[in-house]
T-cell receptor, first 113, second 116 residues
Framework: AQSVTQLGSHVSVSEGALVLLRCNYS??????LFWYVQYPNQGLQLLLK??????LVKGINGFEAEFKKSETSFHLTKPSAHMSDAAEYFC???????????FGQGTELSVKP | DTAVSQTPKYLVTQMGNDKSIKCEQN?????MYWYKQDSKKFLKIMFS???????INETVPNRFSPKSPDKAHLNLHINSLELGDSAVYFC???????????????FGEGSRLTVL
């Protein structure tokens, strides 16, 4: 069965600093992996995804993530944090057999001025 | 024009009551979902429907009953509400089940249910 684990329920960075949100997955088949972002009082929206091909994927708002099979990781990064990046971030893996997304427990990103 | 819309956005009710949350999508998608987000922000799928047919029914109490009158609508009815039902309920849709493969889930803004 597939699962994802996000390390750190809360990450705080200064504006302009590097953002690193960690996600490790478990999957018996090649995984399809995703990052979603949830701004306050809103639904989730897709930030980026890895399915096949290039292991470094770029998403919206300057975010990117790298799929590392050897480390079973899919960490999310952004070189320079902006105040507007403050949100909850969810890593997810696709359970292809059952047609559903399985989400991690989320990481809240705070950005200090 | 909101792609996935849910009503109501907020719902406060007493234990034991019955309530419904409605969801509509205007994206032409075939598949719709209900997710529950608890107080710790954990998201768990409850149900999914593909073209009005129930395809996923997780271990949800049978007090929860989804209804899909057509492929653009998926409602959630909850009987005999309990304190533990307090959560944010998200509706989502995807082009088809295969949309999950590409992570193509479009979420509504959520319905925050508070049971007193």
């Amino acid at each position: 069965a597939q699962s994802v684990t996000q390390l750190g329920s809360h990450v705080s960075v200064s504006e302009g600093a590097l953002v690193l949100l960690r996600c490790n997955y478990s999957s018996s088949v090649p995984p399809y992996l995703f990052w979603y972002v949830q701004y306050p009082n809103q639904g989730l929206q897709l930030l980026l995804k890895y399915t096949t091909g290039a292991t470094l994927v770029k998403g919206i708002n300057g975010f990117e993530a790298e799929f590392k099979k050897s480390e079973t990781s899919f960490h999310l990064t952004k070189p320079s944090a902006h105040m507007s990046d403050a949100a909850e971030y969810f890593c997810a893996v696709s359970d292809l057999n059952r047609g559903k997304l399985i989400f991690g427990q989320g990481t809240e990103l705070s950005v200090k001025p | 024009d909101t792609a996935v819309s849910q009503t109501p956005k907020y719902l406060v009710t007493q234990m034991g009551n019955d309530k419904s949350i409605k969801c509509e999508q205007n994206l032409g998608h075939d598949t719709m979902y209900w997710y529950k987000q608890d107080s710790k922000k954990f998201l768990k799928i409850m149900f999914s429907y593909n073209n009005k047919e129930l395809i996923i029914n997780e271990t949800v109490p049978n007090r929860f009953s989804p209804k899909s009158p057509d492929k653009a609508h998926l409602n959630l009815h909850i009987n005999s509400l309990e304190l533990g039902d307090s959560a944010v309920y998200f509706c989502a849709s995807s082009p088809r089940e295969i949309g999950v493969r590409r992570g193509e889930l479009f979420f509504g803004e959520g319905s925050r249910l508070t049971v007193l």
